[in-house]
């Protein structure tokens, strides 16, 4: 039954057709590929301002841990964003090598426990006021107490402080001034590692040197209007921000780190402004990247081809940024399969990381080194690499070890998605494979988990013998996990069941030894560590990742630093 | 349209079933489409040429079409796409009928005695349904997953968790339609127990409505294992299952575009092909248009 | 009348409180967030972890817990975010403009789009009209959303430029100013497409059906005998009430858009409720998880007790039971 001719309903389509291709067109031919804040044309250069006026910058990442500008809050700022704004007490070159900074001087004690450091004259705040030792002083007291001669702002007094800061509060001896520019301060216990700790290089925020002035009244809201507005003596000011979403910062021009200052490097930006955005989908990055919406993206070894494709992109590695991680849990236990080295051995032998490396990830990541100790780390040398693939000798070592068909062994490996270390699943899925069909006997279920409940059942002890495949951080000197992970009584159980065992305690103690020990070469102790460490196999780490970053059209060249794994040296973005 | 001689015979006497099956007009490409994936998820054994999780590092990313071997061309492990796309109508099949089997007698348990029995026990039944449908089905699905873990088992509880309730509701509707009727009524004077009422009176009256319910959820089960994979929270990288190949492949459409755009293509079937089939179940048994043909 | 009506909310509470039972619970048994935001290397102990379980007020019993929380949750107190630090109402309402502008402009979208297109399903029943358009339809809601939201980010966002691939442009909050309006429509465009094609099968069959009811039944034809123009009969007439059950639906459309938009969030880097959601479920984050799935549940019991209340003017066989 016709109710309706069919020229009025084909009139009325036609009519809303046309009329969304008109809007369409209308949206395209007006629509800017760029926000409309910021970008003037691209040659703003010729206006006379060598250092790029009115030149806006977009970066897209794909995540930020933490949320807060203040240092000590649960879980901390991210470097991501906060050494935008932010100076680090001892600044170091793009792999983890001091240079002066902040700190002009530093000096170490005969027994390694006192550091005295001079600072630099003639840095300001972002707000106009000088950075002085006390500023200095005041941002370590944050955590350290003091004693008498600074304020109390410690930890334990510190309601706006995570409680899992108060470790530190209880190595501080002393932190005193000792001249118009000079502080001492002093551990009760050896840390000839406290420079590099506070510096730029490490993945730690309580480095980042606050002004007393500004913070200290803030105390009892807890920093409330500088969350607001952050205020530091980093090269770029605080523009504004929406806390895991997008970060505005630009130049700060009076920034102290240049030539002109003494300084080799000039680090301040050659740009007006920098947006930092979260965008969580990689194919949404390539995406902005190739739209020109954004000038320098974080990629992953995945998207590297996408990146490549697109006109006039390039793609920038940053090198050595995490590394992978294979625990063997619970190892130590007489009665485990893996107790004898042999067997540890055997299962390094018995995977082809040299083709799983090659194959799955290309550049994105490199054979070298041992767990953190790759190739730029202190301790480094090639006789840490990995175990190559020799199924002849895993079997041999398999056999000793007393394992074999008639004493199976079957394990799960345990790994999640890290953001920081593409395709761990993958890593676990081909080396299980590998492992079940050279090493007889043994079968290996893969369980790809949430990080959480991985790490749960790790601390509760529920998985032992299993194999454990994760990420970690790269890092210039490795003292903190070593000595941290192996040879501290609370966390030592995730290498050794109890540290005061013998012989183990004579190797950890005198591997720790040596590091304190200022008077050898810290580099040699570190890799007699490290060597132990490798050969005792409870933990251990094949390759490393490179993460590469996608930079468009606009920029001429990028040279983001080593041993990262986030985004840093903006200051090295030069636009064409 | 009246009844028509001929349509009254039709229907009552024993016409031939080819006849009704004529009449009836069944959507057959939906069908072929849900028979082949039935096929492919019990057969896939027989089907397949290789093992869907079998890695081979020396043969990855092989574009579709170029390979003798490996006709749909392989992922970025080297695992073949044609394996793990049928596979994957097993993997299909292992999540939604279990989780859809568990959700349809949770909900019409609850529905039917909800219905059935009114006053409190329908109030308080109703607001637990009520509190289970305010949970938007991907936030129902992270929570279930957070607890049980990934995997087929945590992707079956989510969809259990997320569609029961709208059985339940959709059950005491048609109860609440169905119980003063005659038929019913008559029965609870003859002294039928309720549970008897409940199963061999008002269950088969919403039979019907069950069933396109169902062909019209099973769509969104398929999505709801996409969107999780996506987001980290379904099936694990490796497992042969539509959802979480397009996820892997997703950010490579440009480069390695088959990864993503095969098994895409197939859930984009799969889907419609339960929703046209559902359309037709309900078009076909609604009693006011069945009048009219 | 009345009775009926706060009989309804009565429910509507209960209901509220039996969800935050539900929602606090299964929050706590998905893990130990303490033990999640502690580093692995550094060197910390048991101390460390019961400080930081104190903090966190991990500590108490947990009937203790939930109280305190519900006693929150009614003042829309929903406690720090543990990666936040900052109250969860407050994150919330940052992030709320965003995602209700997103859910609405979607589903504007999905009725602009479904209700002519079922309309004219309608009309031209069992045409090849019908069919495309059903197809069309169906395909939106067939394909799984983030790889059409990708495809579309990468067409007419990469290729093409058309639209911004990402994010909310400048704007802020509820209300953009003047000279924003443009930017925030090229921003809103793709991910509330994305959003609506879900729902616009949906309308179109609603639409569509409802439209086949109408035109079948007595007073159309009455109308037709009378002799009034096509026109007439089908805008005057039979869409109106055909309509009606349509922007029901819609009202629990929003309600469902407004919770379902994590994944398109995440695609689009759109910076709403959705993706905090999903930060606080894989954070174990769980004051934020427990305030953001209380509030999109609050959202949806509203909307239906007003549905409810609607239904009881309407139809007065409702109220009696």
Not at chain 2, 30 to 58: M, Q, R, T, W, Y
Request: hydrophobic share 45%; net charge negative.
């Amino acid at each position: 039954m016709k109710l309706f001719t069919t020229t009025s309903m084909r009139l009325l389509l036609s009519i809303a057709v046309i009329s969304l291709l008109v809007v369409a067109v209308a949206c395209g031919s007006s629509a800017q590929p760029k926000d409309s804040s910021g970008s003037a044309s691209p040659k703003a250069a010729e206006s006379g301002d060598a250092v790029g006026a009115g030149e806006k910058v977009t970066v897209l990442v794909t995540d930020v841990q933490d949320k807060n500008w203040f240092t000590l809050s649960n879980g901390g700022p991210d470097l991501k964003y906060s050494r935008l704004v932010h100076e680090d007490m001892f600044a170091t070159k793009g792999r983890g090598d001091l240079i002066p900074g902040v700190a002009k001087t530093w000096k170490m004690s005969e027994d390694a426990t006192a550091w005295t450091v001079t600072i630099q004259d003639g840095i300001k705040f972002h707000d106009g006021s000088d950075l002085t030792v006390d500023d200095v002083i005041w941002t370590l007291s944050l955590e350290r107490d003091g004693g008498e001669n600074v304020n109390s702002d410690a930890i334990g007094n510190n309601q706006c402080a995570d409680p899992k800061e108060a470790a530190y509060v209880k190595y501080t001896a002393s932190l005193e001034k000792t001249g118009d520019n000079e502080f001492t301060y002093t551990q009760n216990r050896p840390s000839p590692n406290f420079p590099f700790n506070f510096s730029q290089s490490n993945q730690d925020t309580k480095a980042l040197v606050m002004s007393k002035d500004y913070m200290a009244p803030q105390m009892s809201t807890c920093f409330a209007e500088y969350e607001k507005n952050p205020i530091g003596a980093g090269p770029f000011k605080y523009v504004n921000h929406q806390a895991g979403v997008e970060y505005q910062v630009e130049r700060y021009d009076d920034y102290y780190h240049h030539p002109g200052n003494g300084f080799d490097e000039d680090r301040r930006a050659k740009f007006e402004s920098l947006d930092l955005r979260i965008v969580l989908e990689a194919a949404t990055r390539v995406a902005a990247l190739q739209s020109g919406e954004a000038d320098v993206v974080e990629g992953n070894i995945q998207i590297v081809d996408q990146l490549e494709k697109i006109d006039g992109a390039n793609v920038v590695w940053q090198d050595e940024s995490a590394h992978s991680w294979f625990v063997m849990v619970d190892c130590w236990e007489t009665d485990m399969w893996c107790y004898d080295k042999k067997a540890r051995h055997a299962v390094q032998y018995a995977a082809d990381f040299k083709t799983i490396g090659e194959e799955l990830y290309g550049r994105g990541a490199s054979l070298k080194g041992w767990a953190w100790a790759t190739e730029n780390a202190l301790g480094y040398t090639p006789e840490l690499d990995y175990y190559p693939y020799d199924p002849a000798k895993a079997q041999e070592l398999w056999k000793d070890a007393g394992l074999g068909a008639d004493n199976p062994v079957s394990i799960k490996i345990h790994t999640w998605e890290a953001g920081s270390f593409p395709m761990l699943p993958q890593v676990a899925e081909l080396v299980a494979k590998d492992w079940e069909a050279n090493l007889p006997g043994m079968t290996v279920e893969v369980n790809i988990g949430d990080q959480g409940a991985i790490k749960d059942v790790w601390n509760n002890r529920e998985i032992p013998g299993d194999v454990l495949i994760r990420d970690n951080e790269a890092r210039y000197d490795g003292t903190s996990i070593t000595r941290g992970g192996f040879c501290n009584v609370g966390t030592a159980w995730r290498a050794v069941k109890d540290p005061a065992f013998e012989p183990w305690k004579t190797i950890c103690g005198e591997a720790s030894k040596a590091l304190d020990d200022a008077s050898s070469t810290r580099e040699a102790s570190f890799q007699t560590a490290y060597k132990y460490l490798r050969d005792e196999s409870l933990m251990w780490g094949p390759f490393f990742s490179n993460v590469p970053w996608g930079t468009g059209s606009r920029v001429a060249s990028y040279e983001p630093w080593t041993l990262v794994p986030y985004f840093t040296a903006p200051w090295t973005i030069e636009l064409k | 349209m009246a009844v028509t001689d001929t349509n009254v015979l039709q229907m009552t006497s024993t016409a031939s079933w080819r006849q009704r099956i004529k009449e009836a007009r069944l959507p057959w490409v939906p069908l072929a489409i849900i028979i082949l994936v039935l096929i492919l998820g019990i057969f896939s054994e027989l089907i397949a040429p290789f093992d869907p999780e079998a890695s081979n590092l020396k043969a990855r990313v092989i574009p579709p079409f170029t390979n003798g071997e490996h006709i749909l061309g392989t992922d970025i492990l080297g695992k073949d796409i044609f394996s793990r796309l049928v596979f994957g109508a097993r993997t299909l099949l292992q999540v939604t009928v279990p989780a859809m089997a568990i959700a349809v007698l949770v909900g019409t348990a609850i529905g039917l005695v909800a219905g059935y029995s009114g006053r409190w026990l329908d109030a308080i039944l109703m607001r637990i349904t009520d509190a289970t449908l305010g949970f938007p089905s991907i936030l129902v699905a992270m929570l279930i997953v957070t607890l049980i873990g990934t995997g087929v088992w945590g992707v079956v509880f989510a969809v259990t968790a997320t569609t029961w309730a709208r059985f339940a509701r959709m059950i005491r509707g048609e109860v609440l339609g169905t119980k003063e009727r005659d038929f019913v009524l008559l029965a609870k004077i003859l002294g039928v127990s309720p549970t008897t009422i409940m199963l061999r009176h008002l269950f088969p009256n919403v039979i019907n409505t069950l069933m396109v319910m169902i062909s019209l959820t099973i769509g969104q089960v398929i999505l709801l294992e996409a969107s999780l994979s996506f987001l980290g929270l379904g099936m694990k990288p490796g497992e042969p299952a539509w959802g979480i190949m397009v996820a892997e492949g997703r950010a490579q459409l440009l480069t390695v575009w088959w990864l993503a755009l095969l098994p895409g293509i197939m859930i984009t079937i799969v889907v419609m092909a339960c929703n046209f089939f559902g359309d037709w179940l309900r078009d076909y048994l609604d009693p006011k248009l069945r009048r009219s043909r | 009348m009345s009775l009926y009506i706060l009989r309804r909310l009565g429910e509507g509470l209960v209901t509220l409180i039996a969800l935050s039972f539900v929602v606090f619970g299964s929050i706590h048994l998905t893990g130990d967030p303490a033990r999640f935001l502690i580093p692995v290397t550094e060197a910390h102990d048991e101390e460390v972890y019961q400080a930081q379980r104190e903090a966190m007020g991990l500590d108490r019993p947990f009937i203790i817990q939930y109280l305190d929380f519900l006693q929150g949750a009614l003042r829309a107190e929903f406690g720090k975010s543990f990666i936040y630090s900052v109250p969860v109402k407050d994150l919330i309402l940052d992030r709320l403009p965003a995602t209700v502008h997103l859910a609405l402009t979607g589903m504007i979208m999905a009725f602009a789009l479904g209700i002519p297109l079922g309309i004219l399903a309608a009309v031209k029943r069992d045409s090849i009209f019908d069919k495309i358009g059903q197809a069309f339809a169906v395909f939106g809601l067939a394909a799984p959303q983030f790889w059409v939201a990708i495809m579309l980010i990468m067409i007419m966002g990469a290729q093409l430029t058309w639209l911004p691939t990402h994010g909310r442009g400048d704007i802020e909050g509820w209300w953009p100013e003047w000279h924003q309006v443009p930017d925030m429509i090229h921003h809103l465009m793709l991910p509330a497409f994305v959003l609506a094609i879900t729902v616009i099968a949906a309308v179109m069959r609603l639409t569509r059906s409802a439209m086949l009811e109408i035109l079948d039944s007595d007073f159309v034809k009455f109308a037709q005998v009378k002799g009034l123009s096509h026109r007439s009969v089908i805008w005057k007439h039979a869409a109106r009430n055909a309509l009606i059950p349509v922007l029901t639906f819609g009202g629990i459309t929003l309600a469902g858009l407004l919770n379902g938009s994590v994944v398109v969030e995440v695609v689009f880097a759109w910076p709403g409720v959705g993706l905090l959601l999903l930060e606080g479920v894989r954070n174990r984050d769980f004051p934020m998880t427990e305030g953001a799935i209380l509030l999109s549940g609050f959202f949806y019991i509203i909307t239906s007790v007003i549905i409810d209340i609607l239904y009881g003017y309407v139809d007065p066989r409702v109220r009696i039971r």
